[in-house]
């Protein structure tokens, strides 16, 4: 689940691409602007496996009760609920939103308390496959190199506000762990479709990508005095650190084509059509890169650091029928309660081509934001089972659940794929206690089907 919300924030920035190169005439550019606020909205949902009774993030069981008992809950113990990794490994998982992930921590300098003490803590000298065994043979504590979902870590030091940390380890692990002299033959662990050579690569050039998704590169310290990439357009990107050294191993300061410099991240549009990054290197920390306006981006914003964690979309109808603060209806007899079991695998389908669908809310007016449509029928993808898919409808609120207002409006949609998800931004959001979505027409069939209905607020 952290991994896909990593992958939810890279579907975010294709979309936030797609509508800013798109003409904003054009039809597809609304739902590109849907699916960014939507994707990026679920990037943020890894604050929902964050378990506040341990510290880290952990599994949940699917009444949503937390899986380990607080008592017994050892991060350092590989397995369970992660995949070739600890609870450690994984308490840094959200790269995209560092400043978020900070929050979790009680802020920045929480954050940096967490690094230090992931950094300090022993590995565990017992192991069941390689991974755990190159990750004791590392000697950076819990930091296993050997493990690529952990090579984003040591650059996490960034959203800390203390980058010569980052600058320190990123060279301990450049110049002691890729010799072949102390462990490995030159890689410390798998080389996994080039990436272990990938992030020696971009470490020793001093930068890193580490907002995947994102066109923009996280600064480190560069291992050479010079190094030239030659670009695909015939332009060169020019690394200087002339001072550099084994000792001088930390930034002083850094310019770009001449002028100073002062972020900890860099936009790829500053480098791509030739560039000079030249560094001052020296051999004790200094205070460049540590100001709130050198952090590097975030879903969150820096100024908001210590003032909570994130606060993304919700459903906000999840789990209240069970509990009796909800209630689902449709004005064509069918199981509405499928619409809002959490799954695919039931499909609610009526015989009707313009049903409507009413849920209220017994605690009192929610304000939705966006909702989703699954589209239904059958796994199979058939001419047929597209007919059921609504093709136009309405969203609408109420107060009282007779008078209606009209929120959102859709005419011709379609849904290309079965079971396939689509994210509709509310066009006029309000707090009501009803919400109906009224379907008036499908696509030809003599039933209407969908999967799945989320109102998000």
């Not at 979902?149 to 940390?165: C, D, E, R, V």
């Not at 136009?392 to 007779?402: I, T």
Request: glycine share 10%.
């Amino acid at each position: 689940a952290l991994e896909g919300y990593i992958n939810d924030f890279g579907i975010a920035m294709l979309a936030k691409a797609l509508a800013e190169k798109n003409d904003p005439d054009d039809p597809y550019t609304p739902y590109y602007e849907s699916d960014y606020r939507y994707f990026l909205s679920r990037a943020q949902n890894y604050v929902r496996l964050f378990n506040p009774h341990v510290g880290f993030f952990t599994g949940r069981l699917p009444s949503g009760e937390w899986r380990p008992d607080p008592d017994t809950f050892d991060p350092a113990e590989w397995w369970g609920d992660y995949t070739e990794t600890n609870a450690w490994n994984m308490a840094f998982h959200a790269p995209h939103d560092g400043q978020g992930l900070a929050n979790l921590y009680g802020g920045r300098a929480g954050l940096a308390r967490k690094l230090d003490e992931f950094f300090s803590t022993p590995e565990l000298n017992t192991g069941t496959i390689h991974e755990m065994r190159e990750a004791k043979d590392m000697r950076m504590g819990m930091y296993g190199h050997s493990n690529q979902p952990s090579h984003h870590i040591i650059y996490m030091y960034l959203y800390a506000g203390q980058p010569w940390k980052a600058q320190d380890k990123v060279r301990e692990v450049l110049e002691r762990l890729y010799i072949g002299s102390e462990v490995g033959q030159g890689y410390p662990g798998d080389e996994d479709n080039g990436e272990m050579s990938a992030w020696y690569i971009f470490s020793a050039l001093g930068l890193y990508p580490l907002r995947v998704g994102s066109p923009e590169y996280a600064i480190g310290a560069p291992l050479f005095r010079k190094a030239t990439v030659h670009l695909e357009n015939g332009k060169q990107l020019v690394i200087l650190a002339p001072n550099n050294s084994k000792e001088n191993r930390y930034v002083q300061s850094l310019k770009l084509n001449g002028v100073p410099y002062e972020k900890t991240w860099i936009r790829h549009e500053d480098l791509i059509n030739g560039a000079v990054l030249e560094f001052e290197m020296g051999p004790e920390p200094s205070d460049w890169g540590t100001g709130i306006d050198a952090l590097p981006p975030s879903i969150m914003p820096a100024e908001l650091d210590g003032a909570g964690p994130p606060q993304p979309l919700g459903d906000l109808t999840d789990g209240l029928i069970a509990t009796g603060r909800g209630t689902a209806t449709d004005s064509a007899g069918g199981d509405t309660q499928l619409l809002f079991d959490n799954t695919s695998d039931t499909r609610w389908t009526v015989s009707s081509t313009n049903p409507w669908i009413q849920f209220e809310f017994a605690d009192g007016p929610k304000r939705v934001e966006m909702y989703t449509l699954t589209s239904g029928v059958s796994a199979s993808d058939t001419a047929e089972s597209r007919s059921a898919d609504p093709r136009s409808w309405r969203l609408l609120g109420s107060h009282d659940g007779s008078e209606w207002t009209v929120l959102d409006e859709r005419q011709g949609e379609t849904f290309p794929w079965r079971l396939q998800t689509r994210a509709f931004s509310v066009q006029n959001p309000g707090e009501y206690k009803y919400y109906r979505l009224e379907i008036t027409e499908n696509n030809g069939h003599e039933t209407t089907s969908l999967a799945e209905v989320e109102l998000l607020g």
